[in-house]
């Protein structure tokens, strides 16, 4: 018996939903959603533009950290993505810190429609300690994790490469397997890598969608 093709999931379509400060106030827990986190200034905005081919769907920032909810995008009426405050931000007093790694801590344990994380970091500066915790909280919570290393326009060939394999050195053999890849908001690089991994979270049963072509 033959399966139909299903048409997949278009990023395009990704429109602002809402803004959360606390899990309460977070869209109803159904469906399907995948988060991107990063340090600040480590291209997450840029990223969730150019995966969306939007310029102005999450909002870049001249200041770190600017940005401390937690914002909602739809792609369907069952599928989202969501942005997550850019942490490792200097300038925010240690309050706003804590409160930060407390919310987000409760999202991470009592979502159930997050199906993925991506954290995003600056391929020339890669596994800071804050990248690392939220490496740890994904495994704590079983979670499927891609590491996306940007701004590699910013590196030659070589160096790019080298950074790619170190990342993986460092994150092979981890419980819950860690995928990486490489991507520049600037030329475009990595988009269906991404695309293609993000889909696969999102579908309903957490298998990869039938492709057209099958």
Known sequence: MNEIPTTPLSFNQARF???????HQCPTDAGAEVA????SNAGKSSAINTLTRQTKLARTSKTPGRTQLM???S?????RLVDLPGYGFAKVPEAVKLAWQRNIS??????ESLKGLVIVIDSRHPLKEFDQNMINWAQAHQLPTLLLMTKVDK????PASAALLTVRKAVAGLEIPITVQLFSALKRQGISELE?????????DGQPEISEQA
């Open 196 to 204: 293609n991994t993000l889909r696969e979270w999102l579908s309903n």
């Open 106 to 111: 409760d999202y991470f344990s009592n979502r």
């Open 71 to 73: 914002n909602f995008f």
């Open 17 to 23: 939903q809402i803004s959360a400060a606390k899990l």
């Open 155 to 158: 590196l030659k060939k070589g």
């Open 36 to 39: 991107f986190a990063g340090r």
């Open 75 to 79: 792609l369907t009426a069952t599928q």
